[in-house]
């Protein structure tokens, strides 16, 4: 018998509506707040911008022991950079300071520009680096935006690099394939 897995359920950012915050129980803090209902959130704040280990820290210390944050791959690694691939100041940045989250760090987000069309090698490249480098047991998830990701093949590429596929636009998903 196959143990069940643990489906977290979150959004992307924890800034609550003004219309629901009396649906939400009270916190000291809107991620405090935010944590009481859901148990996982994406930092997408990270993709554009880079926080202090210690922000990261306080993020991880005002929440419950089993919420998990997904943090989303700086752009300059995704976009600015193609995929870029071996030891970089960025990358090394990024992990010093998602490091804060500690075992609540659950997912990297890799989020791809709608211009960067599916080329086997560097993506075989940067999912193989991104594991090698990423704190361990951390997932990775890739949301592919280019059609050309929408094969068969990308599928089972990143199965084989045991990386999940996110359909951030579910109307234009078929069969675990972006179409």
Known sequence: MTKP????????????????????????????????????????????RHHQ???????????????????????????????LIGENPSRSRFFAEVAGLGLK??????????????EEAAARNFF??????????????CEPRHPSWASPAVDELLKDLQVSRVAADPGRCRSGSLG
């Open 128 to 141: 193989s680096d991104l594991h090698a480098a990423k704190p361990s047991p951390v997932a990775i998830a």
């Open 5 to 48: 897995s643990t489906v977290h359920v979150g959004t992307a950012a924890w800034s609550i509506p003004t219309r629901y915050l009396d649906d939400i129980p009270a916190g000291a803090s809107q991620l405090m707040r935010y944590a009481q209902v859901f148990s996982v959130v994406e930092i997408d704040s990270s993709f554009s």
């Open 53 to 83: 280990a210690a922000t990261y820290a306080r993020w991880a210390q005002s929440v419950g022991e089993d919420f998990r944050f997904a943090v989303k791959v700086p752009r300059e690694l995704t976009h600015d950079g193609a995929l």
């Open 105 to 118: 760090l659950a997912v990297l987000l890799v989020q791809l520009p709608p211009r960067l069309a599916f």
